[in-house]
């Protein structure tokens, strides 16, 4: 048996339950991970309460189930840890290797647990130097930052606004545009300010004080992280050729940026994100080489979910939060 935290429903905290189960068992392809630690991002708390763009939400629910989840999920995004043991047919890895993954790929989810069995294709060879809560964070923050970041086609010196740049997200692509050269300004709540200025960013704005797109800056790109920028005005802050990548866009704005990609030298960017290889190489490598470290809020254990939850939507956060599922044999 092991303990996981089961979804029960759509809504808030609460509808997290931690429970014994049955410890699964890996079936052909598949490895069997014995978690040391996993996330918590506002994406999951917006999978958790369905609170989601309409495009994401209505394919979501009608897979997942319309009023609640119609089977037994374990939430949890991304996860690092042990493999404990492998299916048939899997040669890449072997019991005691230290792995990390995206449980989401393919709405799996089940990083909430003590075990978790995921295809081999879905797992990364995590470095020994590396602690399993910042590998962890790879999968979404890293991944996702990486992603927009090269939507965002740079070129050294050029300016960079990244908005909502104080989370998961946006502190991975605050430090991977300074590491392309870029001069960033982050766009975030008075508190990750300071943070943000550690991390790297030029320039930074308190959105609760002063609106980026009245204040006469234009800009190379514009990542919009959190969403909240306004469509049109944010196009009048490009300069020429410039780019608005929307990482969390609505179907309105998708709609809208074809319209503007296609009718003005402007461009804006949507397209959604893979898993590649490539990817998470890139990111090791930046982490290994010390130009990439993943900014560490609070650490909760996996009995407390429930109340990590609360935390992230609350919006507090600062970078990434974990929990500590168990400690790897090597401490
Ligand atoms: N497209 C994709 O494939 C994809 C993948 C993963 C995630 N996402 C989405 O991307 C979004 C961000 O994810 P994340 O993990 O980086 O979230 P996060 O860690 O919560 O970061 C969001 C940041 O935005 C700030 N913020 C809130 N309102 C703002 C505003 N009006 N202006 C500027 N900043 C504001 C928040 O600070 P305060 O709360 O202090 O205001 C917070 O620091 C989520 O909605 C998630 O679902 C998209």
């Known amino acids: 048996m092991m303990k996981a935290v089961m979804w029960t429903a759509y809504g808030g905290p609460d509808v997290l339950e931690l429970r014994e189960m049955p410890k699964p068992a890996p079936k052909a ?28 939400r209505v394919p979501l629910q009608l897979y997942m189930g319309i009023d609640k989840p119609r089977r037994t999920v374990i939430l949890g ?13 899997v040669t890449r890895f072997k019991a005691g290797d230290a792995v ?13 647990a003590e075990y978790a069995c995921l295809p081999a294709s879905f797992l990364v060879m995590k470095p020994a130097r590396m602690g399993n809560a910042e590998a962890a964070t790879i999968p979404t923050a890293g991944i996702n930052a990486l992603h927009f970041v090269r939507a965002a086609n740079i070129a050294r010196g050029q300016t960079l606004l990244i908005n909502g740049a104080g989370g998961g997200i946006g502190t991975y692509a605050v430090q991977i545009a300074r590491s392309l050269g870029a001069e960033v300004t982050a766009v975030d709540s008075a508190a990750k300010l300071a943070m943000l200025r550690s991390i790297g960013a030029d320039h930074v704005i308190d959105y609760a004080r002063e ?16 969403g909240k920028s306004s469509f049109s005005q944010s196009i009048r802050c490009l300069k020429t050729n410039g780019r608005y990548v929307l990482c969390n866009p609505s179907l309105s704005g998708m709609l809208r940026g074809q319209w503007v990609s296609m009718t003005t030298e402007r461009k804006v960017i ?11 190489a890139v990111l090791v490598g930046m982490m290994e080489a010390g130009v990439l470290k993943p900014v560490m809020d609070r650490s909760y254990p996996l009995a407390q ?22 400690r790897s044999t090597d401490g």
């Open 211 to 226: 609106d980026f797109t009245q204040n006469g800056e234009t800009y190379d790109a514009i990542m919009d992280v959190v």
């Open 305 to 326: 979910v429930a109340e990590a939850h609360r935390y992230v939507e609350a919006g507090h956060k600062q970078g990434n939060v974990v929990i500590v599922v168990a």
């Open 270 to 280: 949507s397209r959604q994100v893979t898993y590649a290889p490539e990817a998470y």
């Open 100 to 112: 990390f993954a995206a449980a989401a790929t393919a709405f799996r989810f089940g990083a909430y």
């Open 77 to 89: 995004q991304e996860l690092a840890g042990e493999v404990e043991a492998v299916g048939e047919g």
């Open 29 to 56: 392809g598949e490895v069997l991970i014995r978690v040391c630690a996993a996330t918590v991002t506002l994406g999951d708390c917006e999978v958790r309460s369905m609170t989601l763009p309409m495009w994401v």
